[in-house]
């Protein structure tokens, strides 16, 4: 059938259609009626009865054949000239293996060549004059209006109040109109089709069909704002231009797969479900260049070389994409001869894969990379930290594409590093647990112990050790909360968390010890122990410089998560107010009542206060003084404030 579809463009009507040497898969079976069984005036009835309509539908013959169309001013009449057609054609294989000269088939070859001329022009016109009902999304969801059809039903019988009633109704209706004409359509389509295939017509006929289906594929790829950009024209775009364009490529995808491409093989496969041949044929050369100009473009954008972190998501949305839609592809494309298709696809896909583990290589890169030697002021959460955990919990929303991608990536492997091991030994494999982490999970663990071993190396530039252990607490907070509130909570598991927020006590005790241990130390190892009057007195004067002198240096230190500020605060007064609690209660009496306000500038309260105002941002204090409704509360900092003015 191929021979068909290929054949010469000159048309020229021949007896050769129709002789018994002619191509097989060309020339329609022979009747297998024996030849005495037709008698010649049957075969005279035949043609008379042909010529009769079809002359009168002969396009120059008259005005009114020339401007009317057949299926639309008679559509009895217009079967009955295809069964006449047909007849004619049967006549004529009888009449050709008797005599291949004789004046009754060249007659009748006049006639079935007029005959044709009047198909293609019904063709041409029924595909014309039916573009909306035969637009691709009308023939894409002829199934769901049968769904709709159902539904409307149930819901007459269920009963509704009258204006939803008519408005479904007035719905249902215009639905129901969309389909009958589409419908209506498809058969006379269908109808001409056979009968210009059986006639050995075939080359007249999908020709007309090509050429008006395949602008119609044009023009919705072109609405869709599909364009053909070459590799030059993208990368001197703008990303935000390039990143307009990818959202509207994807929104493009969903809709030519799900409308675009599969209304026009819904179409193709029943206007020619007579022969496969000839759907492949008619359906690859139609939709072969719009599908490759659409499935062209990822790749066009993975090659843009000046881009922000944001591609990957974007490439990653395309990836996505392409995966969702590949049965339809496989479906839609399932023709031998859109193979090519189906493998540049699948090309395209691999290479955007590759490209998502280049990026993930380049972001570790520029983690590893980055030089930047500027302490955070108070200890806060470094800029980086917050860069590659923003980066992350979006990277963890496409957990399911990224295990496709890295499922065949080599995990990174390990640093001698005993910082590094004991971050990633977490979502490794256990003894209780025997199944290998999934590479995402490895991959994503380990970007993240590239992040945690930049700022321990950050933290050596601030020259006090207690900012360095705030500093360290302060990022891996930020850490474990972005896990904790992200998809990668269900990447990273509740092992994970736990192990880092045990890390993160650890610093928290460390800061603890580190700037708050001399406070500590200006009181006796025995707060309640027997002292003279004298050692009392040294005693609350070196608390008083001490906790002055780290009050002053701490009101700098800022810690921006509450739970953490909380934590801290708590564990500071858990060992510094019970110490000076004790002291205070017990020797005050000892420097004497009189002398308590000379030698003692804080009170067990003071101290609580003090340490309250502590690891606030500007808004974070303003927030905190709000708070404080009591005027007590307030004459009393008054009061401490202008103590350590003195």
Not at 122 to 148: C, G, K, V, W
Not at 457 to 484: G, M, P, S, W
Not at 508 to 516: D, L, T
Not at 522 to 548: C, H, M, R, W
């Amino acid at each position: 059938m191929r021979s068909i579809c290929f054949s010469p463009k000159t048309p020229s009507f021949s007896i050769s259609r129709y002789t018994t040497h002619s191509s097989p898969s060309r020339s329609p079976p022979l009747l297998t009626l024996p030849r005495s069984s037709i008698s010649v005036s049957m075969v005279d009835q035949i043609i008379d009865a042909a010529s009769g309509m079809i002359t009168k539908w002969d396009p120059g013959s008259s005005t009114f054949a020339r401007v009317t169309s057949l299926f639309y001013e008679n559509k009895r009449e217009a079967m009955q000239f295809l069964r006449c057609v047909d007849d004619l054609q049967k006549t004529m294989h009888l009449l050709v293996s008797e005599n291949s000269s004789s004046a009754k088939l060249i007659e009748a070859q006049t006639l079935m060549q007029v005959a044709m001329k009047r198909l293609q022009k019904e063709f041409y016109q029924i595909l014309s004059m039916n573009r909306a009902h035969l637009d691709p999304e009308s023939l894409s969801t002829r199934s769901s209006r049968t769904s709709a059809r159902s539904s409307l039903s149930d819901y007459d019988d269920e009963g509704s109040p009258d204006q939803d009633d008519n408005e479904v109704r007035d719905a249902g209706d215009s639905i129901f109109e969309v389909e009958e004409a589409s419908s209506t359509a498809m058969a006379d389509l269908k109808s001409i089709a056979d009968c210009m295939i059986n006639a050995g017509y075939t080359k007249e006929c999908i020709k007309v069909y090509k050429v008006i289906r395949k602008s119609i594929i044009d023009e919705g790829i072109y609405r869709l704002g599909v364009e053909r950009v070459t590799s030059s024209q993208i990368n001197k775009m703008d990303w935000q231009v390039i990143d307009l364009k990818i959202k509207n490529w994807l929104e493009a995808v969903k809709i030519a797969m799900k409308t675009l491409f599969t209304g026009e093989r819904i179409l193709c496969d029943h206007v020619f479900a007579s022969s496969e041949s000839i759907r492949e044929s008619c359906f690859t050369d139609i939709s072969k260049e719009g599908a490759a100009l659409l499935f062209a473009f990822p790749e066009l954008v993975i090659k843009v070389k000046k881009a922000p972190a944001e591609k990957m998501f974007r490439v990653l949305d395309m990836y996505t994409a392409i995966a969702e839609s590949w049965p339809e592809i496989e479906s839609i494309f399932s023709f031998e001869s859109t193979s090519a298709l189906r493998s540049k696809v699948l090309t395209s896909l691999i290479k955007i894969g590759e490209s998502v583990r280049q990026m993930i290589l380049d972001f570790e890169t520029h983690i590893q990379k980055d030089s930047s030697k500027t302490r955070v002021p108070g200890g806060g959460v470094h800029h980086l930290t917050i860069d590659v955990m923003n980066y992350l919990t979006s990277l963890a929303d496409y957990s399911n594409i990224l295990g496709d991608i890295l499922a065949d990536w080599d995990p990174p492997a390990k640093s001698t590093s005993s910082l590094l091991v004991s971050y990633f030994e977490s979502p490794e494999t256990t003894a209780d647990n025997e199944s290998p982490a999934p590479a995402v999970t490895l991959h994503v663990a380990w970007l993240i112990v590239s992040l945690l071993c930049k700022l321990d190396a950050k933290a050596k530039h601030y020259k006090d050790a207690h900012l360095a252990y705030l500093f360290l607490a302060n990022n891996l907070q930020h850490v474990v909360a972005k896990v904790r509130t992200s998809n990668l909570q269900f990447l990273l598991g509740e092992e994970w968390i736990n192990k880092n927020e045990a890390k993160l006590k650890q610093f928290v005790a460390s800061y603890v010890r580190v700037a708050w241990g001399p406070v500590l130390k200006s009181l006796p190892e025995n707060p309640t122990a027997v002292i003279t009057p004298g050692q009392a007195k040294d005693y609350f004067k070196s608390f008083n410089s001490s906790f002055e002198h780290m009050y002053k240096q701490q009101s700098w230190c800022v810690v921006p998560y509450a739970k953490l500020r909380e934590e801290i605060k708590e564990t500071i007064a858990r060992k510094l107010l019970a110490a000076y609690g004790r002291f205070y209660e017990t020797h005050k009496v000892t420097v004497g009542e009189r002398n308590v306000m000379l030698f003692v500038r804080f009170t067990p309260e003071d101290v609580d206060n003090y340490l309250s105002d502590l690891f606030f941002e500007t808004s974070d204090i303003e927030s905190a003084g709000s708070r404080r409704s009591s005027s007590s509360t307030l004459s009393s900092l008054n009061r401490r404030h202008s103590r350590l003015t003195i």
